[in-house]
């Protein structure tokens, strides 16, 4: 995995007693992925597309020449909870789900209703595979299903993408508020392809930010644990980010 990821993948493969190895890089550089499967083989290869806490994107036709590399009793899993994002602000981010399933049938696409489709606490996520993979996973997973109630409110948010379209138009509508902000400011930013943006904090230790923001009750990520200076912020509407980037302009000292 990337050095910088969806930190479950790591807690879940250790509970197995799995070893990881992780990229040097924070964001994804398939190079380096390549290197270490090269060296130390594995059983199983996450590619969060894009990214879950950095922000940033591989190009489908990078990763579909990863898989070209991968053995066939490798795992890959293709992780797209922000892939509606990502697809939306550009077409070579976008994976397609049913070409790589019949090609690369080592291959599992996860995807869920918790972020452009904003069913959060609904808790719906899906994974779409190979029907070996499928049943390998059926053996695994425990009798209780997502509620009846949560799959119900999946079904009736498939009836309104264009709704979910014109809420992602916003989210980068609103995006572009904050990489401006960053560069009129000398803020080093990630361009994102999510529906969050990190951005680094500079001369301020992010933690202390992250925690004055919480006093004033907007809550953002601070990357610490990731080894990042660095908060990370979901866009939000926009009188929302109007109080964010007022803030952020006090307690960054923009204004000096």
Do not use: W
Request: charged fraction near 25%; glycine fraction near 6%; include cysteine.
């Amino acid at each position: 995995m990337a050095k910088t990821t969806f930190a479950m993948y790591e807690i879940y493969a250790k509970q197995t007693g799995a070893t990881i190895l992780k990229t040097v890089s924070d964001q994804h550089n398939l190079d380096e992925f390549r290197k270490i499967y090269k060296q130390e083989g594995a059983d199983v290869v996450f590619l969060c597309l894009p990214n879950n806490p950095m922000g940033e994107c591989l190009d489908a036709k990078d990763v579909y020449a990863f898989l070209d590399t991968v053995d066939k009793d490798t795992l890959v899993v293709l992780d797209g909870a922000y892939q509606e994002y990502a697809s939306y602000k550009d077409a070579n981010k976008a994976i397609d789900v049913q070409k790589v399933i019949k090609k690369y049938p080592n291959v599992i696409y996860l995807g869920t209703f918790s972020k452009a489709y904003a069913l959060g606490g609904m808790r719906v996520g899906y994974g779409i595979g190979d029907r070996e993979t499928i049943q390998n996973l059926y053996k695994l997973r425990p009798p209780f299903n997502v509620t009846t109630l949560s799959l119900e409110a999946a079904k009736v948010a498939l009836k309104d993408e264009e709704f979910v379209q014109e809420c992602i138009k916003k989210n980068f509508k609103q995006m572009k508020r904050y990489e401006k902000y960053a560069l009129k400011n000398n803020l080093e930013y990630i361009p994102s392809y999510t529906n969050f943006i990190t951005i680094y904090t500079g001369e301020k230790i992010s933690k202390e930010i992250a925690q004055q923001l919480l006093e004033q009750g907007i809550i953002v990520r601070d990357m610490t644990g990731y080894g990042q200076n660095a908060i990370r912020i979901t866009i939000g509407r926009k009188k929302q980010n109007t109080k964010v980037l007022s803030a952020l302009d006090i307690l960054l000292d923009t204004k000096k």
